[in-house]
């Protein structure tokens, strides 16, 4: 197919027909780059916030951690539900002006640009309970709800492997490096403000609001999406119509279709390494300033040079990028979870025996940490774009947005858990407000911070692990079943499946292979090569 531009004349209506389309381009390091710098997006509307915001409360908001805790999960819950449903908005926006006038995922792109100021709101000190609530609530909303049709992208730009593990690469590389611009770039201003100053906090979002605002624009005109034809918008409506007997789609019909994406066992497997993975890092994120402040009598400068070490990210998500066409998932997940093992033990260590050159203990154990973690962070999201293709061979549909959708809306509750969690547990060692660390904190206090630190995300880690192990999902598993879903598309009969192959997509998908409906009409309109 050749890299022109093509305008698709199908009689869609006015919009459609002077809709460009892209044809099917090369994916290199420049498009992957474009694909990957909105990962600023979330970056600056919640990366800061992990690591920053339930200090900034407890400190310059006069919040205490239960309630900061409270904002959490109050915020991950509306957040959650308004994802659940995203998926299947994006994935239907079609049937609407606006839709195919821009894409039904770039036009979400499109409104993330100015969408990611309003987190610059969530820095301003000395204000009431109520406005930090409703600031948290309205960013947390906005960034998946507009970043969901984002991470559809490579399933719809590309089916090969290699491109989708370069574009995942990529975003992960940048991700990384965003990771520790929010930690380097806020120990480089609290040199220059009073501890007592909360500046530096809301300086820190306008930076990183105003880069990112151009960043979504970059995204936006370097990359492209498959767009809902007419004839195909039919097909969907009568097939949507036909799962629901004849009716159209109501609550109950998509309660059922978000519970269907768990028929798929690898999808399974994925959110429980997912979710208890990511549990482990929000309990790491909200609680470590806590530590280097309160339990080590640090300052907070500290704990943003330690954090800032993910720029070991970079080579590490290259490194992978590289590994995972070599190696499985499976090994590459508990490879980095062992390392995160190990940094838990240290903080541990180093909180109970201070040992001599604690910096040094504490650059070791946070290198580890942030080797596992960009690991952690890097498998899930190179995996993802894999999973919608083994639910196709079991529905025949491309159902990319409903499973970004379950994905988000599992991260939410995770996230909002491990806050809430992390939260109440300090409020429980009867944790005291504080102006930057100046006040001491009780041994319960202090003690507890370790346990979360230390005990709980080793906890979760050792979870991750259970799930990790079983995990099957790699290259060589996936380029079988490829070849088998490419084969059914093009009017293959399943009758002529060979065993391995048969044996591969069942253990990937859960599923019989037999059992498949979709793909016997197939069989009905011709004999099987065999007979």
């Known amino acids: 197919m050749d890299n022109q531009k093509q305008v698709v004349h199908d009689g869609w209506d006015e919009y459609a027909n002077k809709r460009i389309y892209k044809s099917r381009e090369p994916i290199g390091i420049w498009r992957s780059l474009g694909f990957g710098v909105f990962s600023f997006f979330s970056i600056s509307m919640q990366g800061l916030v992990g690591a920053w915001l339930m200090f900034f409360y407890t400190t310059f908001a006069g919040l205490t951690a239960g309630q900061g805790a409270t904002i959490f999960l109050i915020g991950r819950v509306a957040d959650a539900i308004v994802s659940l449903v995203m998926g299947n908005i994006s994935d239907n926006i079609y049937k609407y002006k606006l839709g195919r006038m821009f894409g039904r995922r770039h036009i979400f792109i499109l409104i993330a640009a100015p969408s990611v100021l ?27 709800t507009l970043q969901i049709p984002w991470e559809t992208l490579p399933n719809e730009m590309t089916k090969d492997f290699n491109e989708r593990t370069k574009m995942s690469t990529t975003r992960m590389v940048l991700a990384g490096l965003g990771g520790m611009l929010t930690q380097f770039v806020p120990a480089q201003l609290f040199k220059y403000f009073p501890k007592t100053s909360p500046e530096p906090y809301i300086l820190m979002q306008v930076i990183f609001s105003i880069a990112t605002f151009f960043l979504v624009l970059v995204t936006y005109h370097t990359t492209w999406e498959h ?63 806590y530590y280097i402040v309160y339990v080590l009598k640090m300052s907070t400068s500290t704990s943003g040079f330690l954090q800032s070490l993910s720029i070991v990210s970079i080579p590490v998500t290259i490194i992978a990028g590289f590994a995972v066409t070599k190696f499985t998932y499976r090994s590459l997940y508990l490879f980095g979870y062992s390392l995160i093992l190990i940094s838990a033990a240290n903080w541990a260590f180093v909180a109970l025996t201070r040992p001599a050159h604690m910096m040094v203990w504490l650059i070791v154990g946070m290198s580890f940490y942030e080797v596992g973690l960009y690991i952690l962070y890097f498998a899930p999201w190179n995996v993802f774009p894999f999973i919608p293709d083994l639910d196709t061979l079991v529905t025949g549909k491309n159902r990319a947005g409903l499973f970004a959708s379950v994905m988000t809306f599992i991260n939410q509750i995770s996230q909002g858990l491990a806050s809430v969690v992390a939260g109440y547990l300090l409020d429980f060692a009867h944790f005291r407000q504080s102006a930057s660390g100046a006040v001491s ?12 630190v230390s005990g709980g995300v080793g906890f979760m880690i050792l979870l991750a692990m259970f799930f990790a192990a ?18 059914l598309q093009k009017g293959g009969s399943m009758k002529d499946v060979d065993p391995h192959t048969k044996a591969v997509c069942e253990d990937l998908t859960g599923v019989k292979y037999d059992s498949i409906d979709f793909w016997k009409k197939n069989d009905q309109a011709k004999p099987s090569a065999k007979d």
């Not at 969907?236 to 066992?265: V, W």
């Not at 959110?271 to 993975?277: D, T």
């Not at 079983?470 to 084969?487: C, I, N, P, Y």
């Open 118 to 144: 309003v987190a610059i709101t969530m820095w301003v000190a000395g204000m009431s309970f109520w406005y930090y609530l409703i600031t948290y609530l309205i960013v947390t909303v906005l960034m998946s």
């Open 470 to 487: 079983r995990f099957h999902l790699s290259k060589k598993t996936f380029k079988v079943l490829a070849q088998e879903l490419g084969r």
């Open 441 to 452: 904190q009780p041994a319960s206090a202090t003690n507890m911070i370790i346990f979360i």
């Open 227 to 289: 767009f809902v034809t007419k004839a195909e918008a039919k097909k969907l409506e009568a097939e949507a119509l036909a799962d629901n007997n004849g009716q159209k789609p109501n609550l109950k019909s998509e309660l059922k279709n978000y519970f269907s994406t768990f028929k798929i066992k690898t999808f399974r497997l994925h959110m429980g390494i997912y979710l208890s993975s990511y549990f482990a890092t929000i309990l790491f994120s909200t609680v470590f300033v």
